[in-house]
């Protein structure tokens, strides 16, 4: 017997979920170091405009499509054409992978808490990775999302998010009163924040914003549409977004302002992703007063910006196997989490003693750029031809300004079928060729 697809338990249910989905480790490990490095305070403003014309559009897009089929991505773009479908189950294998190695980063971040609390020999990065601790690290996560997603949209990942939410923000507001209160802070918030307004000018940075806010946003994964598959009422999507874009950015923002506070205040060199978090942060804890306190906070922190991520993100392949090969919950569960911790293995053993690398670039790294960057934008550029060149323009209308006071028109959308693939599209030449 089949259960009734599940729906959200309420609307703010909805809402606290997507942007769990958006907070993510990728605000505090990669948007502050972005920010610094491509012109300061200049950088929000491409930042700002790309988010509101084409992150803006395209989360109200995925939205609207899984909010009109209510089922999978594979079966929401089958009905659409029915050849889509292979590009359904393409984004639902690119969402997969990127999960698989999220989890170990996961595992990484729960290891040093572990470490920072327990067992100080293995802090340095080189040794944690030869320890046991990334592999029980990396087990436990799997453990917790498989905890929260047995338990369904409801009662599981709704949950989840809404006290995440609340441990997130008790996390976050502390933590980044104390970085500004140390001294030396402000040339941290200087570097962070200065503009430098002749940058605008250079088209790296565009191309920057242009990533960083479609990964900050979960753009392109499925996610969106999966949430907005279970979405019942007639909310206005426009309103919603917006919600999820503002808060997304201004947990970015300040936890740019409690990482260059820290980083600064402790005569550190800013860096970028694993080296920031597991190395600047680690010395910048092990130096100041109530370090150990401060340090479990900070990676609590992450721990649970990730977890909420991290769930989105298994709801992709979960849905697939519920909605096009009817499954039950618990049996689609079962074998996404058997397969998907197995893919995760490799990028597991790239950081360990065994140093599974390719053309000398460890597994999990490969796997980023491949997977996360490239494959991730090819499938955001099919998303988007598919639902604006093939897709009903009035069903699609019709969902997407259903009690909206903004309504997006025709013409908007004739514009956003050519510029939106382009866009994605000079976006992974430009990287491909010119970074
Ligand atoms: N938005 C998340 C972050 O900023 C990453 C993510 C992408 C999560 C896609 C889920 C789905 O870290």
């Known amino acids: 017997m089949l259960d009734e697809r599940e729906h959200w338990g309420s609307y703010a249910g909805f809402i606290f979920a997507s942007i769990g989905s958006a907070v993510g480790i990728g605000n505090i490990w990669r948007f502050p170091y972005i920010v610094g490095t491509n012109g300061g305070g ?72 572990l470490v920072l609390n327990f067992d100080h020999e293995y802090l340095d990065f080189d040794r944690f990775n030869e320890s046991v601790y990334p592999i029980i690290s990396f087990i436990a996560i799997v453990i917790i999302n498989f905890l929260v997603l047995r338990k369904g ?21 502390p933590l980044t009163i104390n970085g500004i209160l140390l001294p030396n802070a402000e040339e941290g918030i200087e570097f962070y924040l200065t503009p430098n307004v002749d940058k605008l000018l250079d ?35 426009f309103k919603s977004s917006s919600i999820i874009i503002i808060f997304d950015t201004a947990i970015a923002i300040i936890a740019g302002l409690m990482i ?64 096009s090969l009817k499954y039950s919950r618990n049996k689609s569960v079962f074998i996404v989490f058997i397969i998907i911790p197995l893919v995760g293995v490799p990028s597991l053993l790239s950081y360990s003693i065994y140093d599974l690398s390719l053309f000398e670039i460890p597994i999990l790294d490969l796997m980023d750029e491949i997977f996360g960057t490239y494959g991730l934008s090819i499938s955001a550029i099919l998303f988007s031809i598919i639902v604006l060149w093939f897709m009903d323009k009035k069903k699609l209308l019709t969902s997407v300004n259903m009690n909206s006071s903004l309504k997006i028109s025709h013409s908007y959308l004739k514009v956003m079928k050519f510029s939106l693939p382009s866009v994605i599209a000079i976006t992974i030449i430009y990287r491909l060729f010119f970074s």
């Open 42 to 113: 200049a950088f929000l403003i491409p930042y700002a405009i790309i988010m509101i014309v084409f992150g803006l559009s395209f989360m109200i897009l995925e939205f609207a499509v899984g909010r009109y089929y209510q089922t999978s991505i594979i079966e929401c773009l089958g009905k659409i054409k029915h050849q889509f479908k292979w590009v359904g189950l393409f984004t639902v294998i690119i969402s997969s992978v990127v999960l698989s190695y999220y989890l170990v980063i996961l595992g990484w971040i729960l290891g040093y808490l």
């Open 153 to 173: 949209i409801k009662n599981g990942i709704e949950k989840l998010a809404k006290w995440g939410m609340i441990v997130f923000l008790a996390l976050l507001i």
């Open 203 to 237: 088209s790296t940075i565009w191309a920057n914003a242009f990533g960083q806010a479609f990964f900050s946003l979960s753009i392109g994964f499925g996610t969106l549409l999966v949430y907005g598959s279970y979405l019942k009422g007639k909310h206005s999507l």
């Open 260 to 323: 260059f506070s820290f980083v600064f205040a402790y005569n550190m060199e800013p860096d970028v992703g694993v080296s920031l978090i597991f190395k600047v942060m680690v010395s910048v804890f092990l130096e100041m007063e109530f370090g150990i306190l401060l340090g479990t906070m900070f990676f609590s922190l992450l721990l649970v910006a990730g977890l909420t991520s991290s769930i989105s993100l298994f709801q992709v392949p979960i849905s697939a196997l519920e909605d």
